[in-house]
């Protein structure tokens, strides 16, 4: 299977925000609004932060948001914190037989 | 509340099989689809497939589904993921997580180390 694409790494001072981004294609990200948010802390399990395209989860923080234009999707963080340092991952339904792909992640740093 | 707890480490060697067990509480299993997802030393998530809630039946990543068997103990309230033909590059964290396409609940991962 195909991994979404995304950059291997953003970086943002405490407090700015920044945008990842999540590359698909119409058979994922642009055919669906099933697009989710994974975090993901050092040796930890990944935690959801956004499902289908922008909705939180309860207790994940308001800084967390998310949007889809055509085939890409994006999570902005704002008032970076230095806890939002992680990896984060996106994820999609895709049309065919794997119905389910991850994007190849973005390491998070907060300088 | 909802939780996932997987079954412990394994070692095994080239050409065995290992069976994960992932114990659901706080919640019946069959009532969500279970996720099963793996990750490499270092490397990103690979989606490996997932029971239907709808269905009951598995869905399997194609490169995986000659290899792969997901199951459910219902009377257990237990999932099960088995990989059979193990090679070193199966060597992961195998993570299970509620749900087919928005994970909410995650296991605390099983690693799993091939190696002769």
């Known amino acids: 299977q195909s991994a979404l694409t995304q950059p291997a790494s953003v970086s943002g001072s405490l407090g700015q925000s920044i945008t990842i981004s999540c590359i698909g294609s119409?058979?994922?990200?642009?055919?669906?609004?099933?697009v989710s948010w994974y975090q993901q802390h050092a040796g930890k399990a990944p935690t959801l932060v956004i499902y289908?395209?922008?909705n939180r989860p309860s207790g994940v923080s308001n800084r967390f948001s998310g949007s889809k234009s055509g085939n890409t999707a994006s999570l902005t963080i704002s008032g970076l914190q230095a806890e939002d340092e992680a990896d984060y991952y996106c994820?999609?339904?895709?049309?065919?037989?794997?119905?389910?792909?991850f994007g190849t992640g973005t390491t998070v740093t907060v300088l | 509340q909802v939780q996932l707890v997987q079954s412990g480490p394994e070692v095994k060697k080239p050409g065995a099989s290992v069976k994960v067990s992932c114990k659901a509480s706080?919640?019946?299993?069959?009532?969500?689809?279970l996720t099963w997802v793996r990750q490499a030393p270092g490397q990103g998530l690979e989606w490996m497939g997932w029971?239907?809630?709808?269905?009951?039946?598995?869905n399997y990543e194609q490169n995986l589904q000659v290899r792969v068997t997901m199951t459910t103990d219902t009377s257990t309230n237990t999932a099960y993921m088995e990989l059979r033909g193990l090679t070193s590059d199966d060597t992961a964290v195998y993570y299970c997580?509620?749900?087919?396409?928005?994970?909410?609940?995650w296991g605390q991962g099983t690693l799993v180390t091939v190696s002769s």
């Open positions: 997580a509620r749900g087919s396409v928005n994970l909410e609940y």
């Open positions: 706080g919640y019946t299993l069959n009532d969500y689809g």
């Open positions: 029971t239907s809630a709808y269905s009951g039946y598995p």
């Open positions: 119409s058979s994922d990200v642009g055919g669906y609004d099933y």
């Open positions: 289908e395209v922008s």
């Open positions: 994820s999609s339904y895709r049309s065919g037989n794997t119905p389910s792909v």
